[in-house]
């Protein structure tokens, strides 16, 4: 993925599954990208990001067996793994990070990264080494905060306006690989969720989670807001 990346990609593009998002864009017209973060009452937690991509098994198996698919090199497995092994070990040199795991499903295309961090503001240092280890130029469009005094946890964003300049640019069946793919987000807290400011965000029955989910193209096209403010009970 990362030879991918470097040979010039157009979609250069930032969302939080980091280098996960290049086989998604070269390899499947339908597939869900999911960012879930547990949030401790101490800032601590968890991080899970995965790239499902098993509605479109059939044809992924297909295209695995190619040399190239509309003008791009498709990794092999092999490549795959060995770039998901690099990844888990560059959050493994991060501090504040730890238990690092990953896994990588060819059965049912699905591939997923864990792990813990000490504090919500850690997950700002990952973005920027993860970008900068795939060379891809960082932007400050995203970051998190959580302050414990409060119980506030929030998730800033800012549309990336190259993003949609850039996506104009793909040939027509490129543009038809992100019709039908999602992003989601989950947080969970271990206390109940007494507001937040996301007017498209769900609060769970439960009260200790709020989930969003759209289209990555609207994403791409800056037509989704991703910040919100999450206030927890005291």
């Known amino acids: 993925m990362k030879t991918i990346i470097r040979n010039g990609h157009p979609l250069r593009y930032r969302l939080p599954l980091f280098s996960l998002i290049p086989l998604c864009l070269l390899l499947s017209s339908c597939f869900q990208l999911i960012e879930e973060i547990t949030v401790n009452t101490d800032g601590s937690g968890t991080l899970a990001l995965t790239a499902n991509l098993s509605q479109s098994r059939s044809k992924l198996a297909s295209v695995m067996l190619l040399d190239s698919v509309n003008g791009y090199k498709v990794p092999s497995k092999t490549d795959i793994r060995?770039?998901?092994?690099?990844?888990a070990n560059t959050l493994r040199s991060i501090k504040g990070i730890s238990k690092v795991s990953h896994t990588v499903d060819f059965d049912k295309y699905i591939i997923n990264i864990r792990?813990?961090?000490?504090?919500?503001?850690?997950?700002?240092d990952i973005t920027a080494l993860i970008f900068d280890k795939l060379d891809i130029?960082?932007?400050?469009?995203?970051?998190?905060?959580?302050h414990a005094e409060?119980?506030?946890f929030?998730?800033?964003?800012?549309?990336?306006?190259?993003?949609?300049?850039?996506?104009?640019?793909?040939?027509?069946?490129?543009?038809?690989i992100f019709e039908n793919a999602t992003y989601t987000s989950i947080y969970r807290f271990d206390r109940p969720v007494f507001k937040q400011t996301n007017s498209r965000a769900k609060v769970a029955a439960s009260k200790k989670a709020?989930?969003?989910?759209?289209?990555?193209?609207?994403?791409?096209e800056g037509k989704i807001e991703l910040s919100n403010d999450i206030q927890l009970a005291q």
């Open 210 to 220: 709020v989930m969003l989910q759209c289209r990555v193209l609207d994403l791409i």
């Open 154 to 176: 929030k998730r800033s964003y800012a549309a990336n306006p190259q993003a949609k300049s850039e996506y104009g640019k793909l040939k027509q069946e490129d543009k038809a």
């Open 137 to 146: 130029k960082a932007s400050d469009n995203s970051s998190y905060s959580y």
């Open 82 to 87: 060995k770039e998901m092994a690099e990844v």
């Open 115 to 124: 792990f813990s961090f000490n504090n919500v503001a850690n997950l700002n």
């Open 150 to 152: 409060s119980k506030t």
